[in-house]
């Protein structure tokens, strides 16, 4: 360094136990460079890996012993800079790990490969490849609309490229791709075209293929895609269900309005094609939401019709179809376990047998006319007007609704008179300008579309007559006294309420009437087509594809209300929980196992036994932790599951605030058989031991992981059962990364009678500074009684906060006489003195071992090298690092039963009030200001923080500021009220 001496030097050895004999009380494993060379010399390192591990256990002692920012703290960030970085030079690290990362890349790749070959190689039963369409993105001369509406545009060659460049470091990667390039084909093209129907079947085979890759890995099933495959197939199968006519009954729901009135606002109801958008896209995740959805649309349509009616026998015949479906595709819960399968068909048909009582009290009989056309006050009429005969059957001009439009075509289905004015009755036919429709649509020169609307027109708004010709005819005949401009032609019925096209079938079609005769055409036209007018679709409809699109794209899932529980023998003033929603939102139960905050933005496992708020409003849980491997002391030989987490010794008490999620741990049994369906499968765990935090054991569990009985009001997981059940493996793990794992709610403190921290991993580091105390570690009389008080205290107050306990025991000690304090003083004396007799034998001990290995130290050996030869490198750096040479044999230094109290924490007890319930003035705190408090000096702020940029700050004092009253009341939820 600068002042020529070299950092290395203090590491060569480890520290006297005589001068440091707290040293060894804090590392447990200590290790130096002496140590480090013995066992590269002797063979005893397996490859660089462990060498480096023992390098960095020694630089990481050295930093645990020793304060942060001395300067041999310092020396060993340096030293641990230097060895990394010449290991990456000479490929050790980078080395092992690209190794490491190419044997899973290649692994990885082929599957990826696998993947987009089967996609870009199936064929349906016709034999059509249907990926063609998918492998290049339409052109943008000929389809610009398509970049307008598509925001991320891929293809399948796109996708090759990055398989070839291994640009796809996790098979999700990958899926999310091909699952983009579907979803903007279903996002562009029209429900009932061939491209959509085709990406959804691309789309179903890529989540199979994956599921089936992925169980080739590791064995176990992918839970959330054979859901969504049986969300799938339910919907499909009910949504797709046609009578013995070949109708589908979801086709009349169309006729259903669209829009509900909430608060004088029209408001767009969901129905069952949203729904399918949503099926398609893979949002629906549980049973019962897609199940809830289903139900509210179809009882929407019954409530909304007559009993009579076509809708309402249709919405009754779809719900039985998804309620049979359902048992089918999930095995009657054998195969899927859901709450929505509690409602069965028999409570269904009461159902709606009880709704259509309830309905038939109401309605007022009517003659059954399908047209709706037959109103009070009219009366039938000829059809003669300015000398042209009307006749049902007709298709007529009528007038346009916007100035200088094409004018309206309808279909005349009856004539009446009302009032003493003419009238029609008829079905429009829409024009392709009047539809909603996809670009790559394209359309007949003259055709138009038959439509679900229909209207009473005036004969005064009749321009004239027309012809609508089925498409099947269209080319070979034409009706006899109209000219070709008159005469248009049909393939298509189009809903305008949902936007829906379906194509007519030939045998529904519309006969000409009697009046008008059919002539054969001189020469069969020859059918031209013209492209979509789809800008001015775009603006007409921009809003209503806007509210569509957010209605597909989110499912709206309940939050379910609290739930209290009745605590037997409880009465504390405290209110407990068994069913708790926090923000988030995140719904918690009692059994429930969640991701707990912690130290180094690691999260820990917890189990939730006791929800409860108390009389400060704020809501707490207590259970206990789980611990995974690698938050143990390493075992050494012992193998672990993939996946394996122990149950903890301790439990504890917790703000539920600090919960940030959710995982699942399960018995061996369950983790083999089944998951639950809401968890991916790196939040859920298998357990079968138990860890003890005061014996640092793994034990068995006795029994299994206890069972928790939830009343019928709380929301159950959904489970998935495997088909077959699995057998995990159990591999080596490597050893731990030291670190220190604490409750969120309890700091590591130095307590007599606090247990170990959860996960907490004893540590140790290399030769330190001389480390200096001001006074000897004594044991205090307030020790002494903690000691004895604090777990009776404990087993008074179950659940208190530590701090609170804390403040108990220290305010029953003010409470104590003066003889009974004494008492305990002079016990902690006579401790003391037993402690010093020890040490003094002890020492007395190392000495007679020291005096008798000099005695009977052997003669020393000459040396062959020269006489005067200049020390060692190690020899000159051990002796200006200023280490003195240490006898080879130390006596075993006393091994302290129990970790005394610091004195910082004897101040915290100490100053405990029992009329303050916080550990701070949160008065001052929160009466600071920028007026108040004295400004230190600026140079000395934390301005990084910032990165620059102040905002709309002046200064950095002010943004610093602001800065502060947002974390306050942002990240701690702490609020000054005035």
Not at 155 to 180: G, P, Q
Request: a negative charge; charged letters at 30%.
């Amino acid at each position: 360094n600068s002042d020529g001496i070299q950092p290395i030097g203090v590491f060569l050895e480890i520290p006297s136990r005589k001068d440091y004999p707290d040293y060894y009380d804090i590392i447990t494993e200590p290790i130096d460079m002496n140590m480090i060379e013995q066992r590269i010399k002797s063979n005893q390192y397996k490859g660089e890996e462990e060498l480096l591990a023992d390098c960095k256990l020694m630089f990481s002692n050295c930093r645990l012993y020793n304060e942060e920012g001395s300067g041999i703290y310092e020396d060993a960030n340096i030293l641990e800079r230097i060895l990394l970085a010449k290991a990456r030079e000479i490929g050790v690290l980078a080395g092992d790990r690209m190794k490491q990362i190419k044997r899973k890349t290649i692994s990885l790749q082929q599957k990826v490969k696998t993947l987009y070959d089967t996609l870009k190689d199936y064929r349906d039963a016709k034999g059509r490849q249907l990926s063609l369409i998918f492998l290049k993105l339409p052109s943008k001369h000929e389809y610009p609309d398509y970049y307008d509406i598509i925001k991320r545009p891929i293809d399948l060659e796109k996708i090759s490229s990055k398989i070839r460049n291994n640009m796809y470091e996790t098979m999700e990667d990958a899926v999310a791709d091909f699952t983009l390039v579907f979803d903007n084909a279903a996002k562009y093209n029209e429900p009932d075209s061939q491209i959509y129907k085709d990406a959804q079947t691309l789309a179903r085979l890529a989540h199979q293929t994956v599921r089936h890759l992925t169980e080739d890995g590791d064995g176990i099933p992918d839970a959330k895609a054979a859901v969504g495959d049986i969300l799938n197939s339910i919907y499909t199968s009910m949504f797709t269900a046609q009578d013995s006519e070949d109708r589908c009954f979801a086709d009349s729901l169309a006729e259903v309005q669209e829009h509900d009135e909430v608060n004088g606002k029209k408001v767009r109801a969901l129905s069952l094609e949203i729904i399918k958008r949503r099926v398609d896209r893979g949002l629906y995740k549980r049973l019962d939401l897609l199940q809830r959805d289903v139900f509210l649309v179809l009882e929407r349509a019954r409530k909304l019709s007559r009993t009579d009616s076509q809708i309402w026998e249709d919405s009754v015949e779809l719900s039985r179809r998804f309620i049979k479906a359902r048992d089918q595709h999930t095995e009657n819960g054998s195969r899927l376990k859901s709450k929505a399968l509690e409602f069965t068909l028999e409570m269904f048909e009461t159902s709606v047998q009880a709704s259509k009582d309830g309905k038939a009290g109401s309605e007022v009989a009517e003659e059954e006319n399908n047209d709706g056309m037959l109103e009070s006050g009219t009366q039938a009429w000829s059809g003669m007007n300015n000398g042209m005969q009307y006749n049902v059957g007709d298709f007529v001009y009528v007038s346009a609704a916007e100035v200088g439009g094409d004018p309206q075509i309808y279909m005349v289905e009856r004539l009446f008179e009302k009032n003493g004015t003419n009238n029609i009755w008829g079905g429009q036919f829409f024009r392709q300008r009047e539809t909603f429709h996809v670009p790559t649509r394209t359309f007949f020169e003259k055709e138009v579309m038959r439509g679900d609307l229909h209207s009473s027109i005036p004969i005064s708004s009749v321009l004239g007559k027309c012809y609508v010709m089925p498409v099947k005819d269209y080319q070979k005949f034409k009706p006899v006294g109209f000219e070709e401009k008159d005469i248009f032609v049909c393939e298509w019925r189009y809903t305008s309420k949902i936007r829906n096209w379906k194509k007519i079938k030939p045998t529904a079609f519309w006969e000409p009437p009697s009046h008008i005769k059919m002539a054969v055409r001189e020469k069969p036209l020859e059918p031209k087509r013209v492209a979509s007018v789809f800008k001015d679709r775009i603006e007409k409809h921009k809003e209503e594809i806007e509210e569509l699109e957010l209605l597909e794209k989110t499912v709206e899932e309940d939050i379910p209300g609290n739930l209290k529980w009745v605590k037997e023998g409880e009465d504390d003033g405290m209110v407990y929980w068994e069913q708790y929603t926090i923000p988030g939102p995140i719904t918690l139960r009692r059994g429930d196992h969640v991701l707990v905050r912690g130290e180094n933005n690691r999260n820990m496992i917890a189990q939730i036994d006791t929800m409860w708020t108390g009389q400060d409003n704020m809501a707490y849980f207590h259970g206990p932790w789980f611990v995974t491997p690698v938050e143990i002391p390493s075992q050494v030989g012992r193998t672990f599951f993939k996946a394996e987490a122990f149950l903890s010794s301790i439990s504890d008490s917790n703000p539920l605030l600090s919960v940030v999620g959710k995982c699942s741990v399960l018995d061996m049994t369950d983790y083999c058989s089944l998951r639950p369906t809401m968890h991916v499968e790196n939040d859920v765990y298998c357990c079968e031991s138990l860890f003890d935090e005061g014996k640092r054991l793994i034990m068995p569990l006795n029994g299994s992981l206890k069972k928790y009985q939830l009343s019928a009001p709380v929301q159950k997981d959904e489970v998935y059962m495997f088909k077959r059940t699995i057998t995990p493996e159990k591999e080596t793990l490597p050893p731990p990364t030291p670190r220190t794992v604490s409750s969120p709610m309890l700091e590591n403190e130095d307590s007599m009678d606090a247990p170990p921290s959860v996960g907490s991993v004893e540590s140790a580091s290399p030769a330190p500074m001389k480390k200096k105390f001001d006074r000897k570690k004594l044991v205090t009389a307030y020790i002494l009684f903690s000691a004895d008080v604090r777990k009776i205290t404990m087993d008074e107050n179950p659940g208190v906060k530590f701090g609170e306990i804390s403040r108990i025991v220290a305010e029953r000690w003010r409470q104590m006489t003066d003889a009974d304090k004494q008492v305990y003083a002079e016990r902690a004396k006579k401790v003391n003195e037993e402690k010093e007799k020890e040490e003094i034998r002890k020492e007395a001990e190392r000495i007679r071992m020291e005096e008798e290995r000099k005695r009977n130290q052997p003669p020393p050996v000459p040396s062959p090298g020269p006489v005067n030869a200049p020390p060692s490198p190690l020899a000159r750096a051990r002796h200006d690092s200023g280490l003195k040479s240490e006898p080879l044999f130390h006596s075993v230094p006393p091994r302290p039963q129990r970790l005394l109290h610091s004195e910082a924490y004897i101040k915290y007890i100490e100053g405990l009030n029992k009329d303050s319930k916080s550990m701070c003035n949160w008065d001052r705190q929160l009466n600071a200001s920028q007026e108040i408090v004295r400004t230190p000096d600026e140079s000395k702020l934390p301005v990084s923080w910032l990165a620059g940029n102040t905002g709309e700050h002046a200064t950095s004092m002010e943004a610093l500021w602001a800065l502060r009253d947002f974390m306050l009341q942002e990240a701690l939820g702490v609020v000054k009220i005035m």
